[in-house]
């Protein structure tokens, strides 16, 4: 579905991307794992038309997505989740979510977005009581819910996850966990990237690892969990807590 051959990226003269290739099949899950500042927030952005690729090239179901706007992205069907949520925060619930769907109000799929709203709120019951709440006022894990369901408004066939854990409590980082896993059963694809990697390998059926914007490794997330340098620098001293 996602081919990624060779991408190269520069903040102004500085590479961020070096060399990139990844794909993601259809119905996949796939994890992007690596530190901060590795370039895996810059990879997603790459993809969604907010970053511009100056060598390589980006297919998505064999169409080519250099030079597209991101609102053109989104059309073909890629929504993305950013790092920090980026919610409206003036704004309500409702509103956020119907800004999710604003290039679908223009081709009139009024009844379409009328069941999608209750598709998000049987997902994220929590955001139905929410509806009319400013979105600033929310949770940081409710706010998460209202990105992801924002981001699903738009009824993307894949969708870029970027460090949907970070800052949440364990308890409401297994229930975004547990999202993932009913959207990729739903028949969702997506692309997740994780600083926690134990939680995005748990989800995923594939990986990438990347280091200061190259992908030096790949493979099965099983076999990723065993790798000796995987789990020496990602995985942690604890990692064995991981499979009891």
């Known amino acids: 579905m996602l081919r990624i051959k060779s991408i190269h990226t520069y903040y102004k003269k500085i590479r961020a991307l070096s060399n990139v290739s990844l794909s993601v099949r259809e119905n996949e899950v796939v994890a992007l794992i690596g530190a901060n500042g590795a370039g895996k927030s810059t990879l997603l952005n790459a993809i969604s038309g907010l970053i511009p690729v100056s060598r390589g090239d980006i297919f998505f179901k064999n169409k080519k997505l250099n030079g597209l706007k991101p609102e053109e992205i989104v059309n073909l069907g890629i929504s993305q989740v950013p790092e920090g949520r980026q919610i409206f925060q003036p704004m309500t619930v409702k509103e956020n979510l119907e800004l999710g769907a604003y290039v679908r109000f223009k081709k009139r799929e009024k009844k379409e977005i009328a069941e999608d709203f209750d598709r998000i709120y049987q997902l994220f019951p929590i955001l ?107 995985l942690g001293k604890d990692y064995e807590k991981f499979y009891e």
């Open 128 to 234: 139905r009581e929410r509806e009319d709440q400013v979105s600033g006022t929310l949770s940081g894990g409710e706010q998460q819910m209202l990105a992801i369901g924002r981001a699903l408004m738009a009824r993307p066939r894949l969708l870029l996850l970027d460090e949907p854990s970070m800052g949440l409590a364990p308890k409401v980082v297994t229930t975004i966990l547990k999202t993932i896993e009913n959207l990729r059963r739903n028949g969702l694809t997506i692309l997740l990237v994780e600083q926690n990697a134990r939680a995005a390998l748990k989800v995923a059926d594939r990986g990438y690892v990347i280091e200061t914007g190259r992908i030096m490794l790949e493979g099965d997330s099983e076999d990723l969990l065993v790798d000796n340098d995987v789990r020496r620098s990602y």
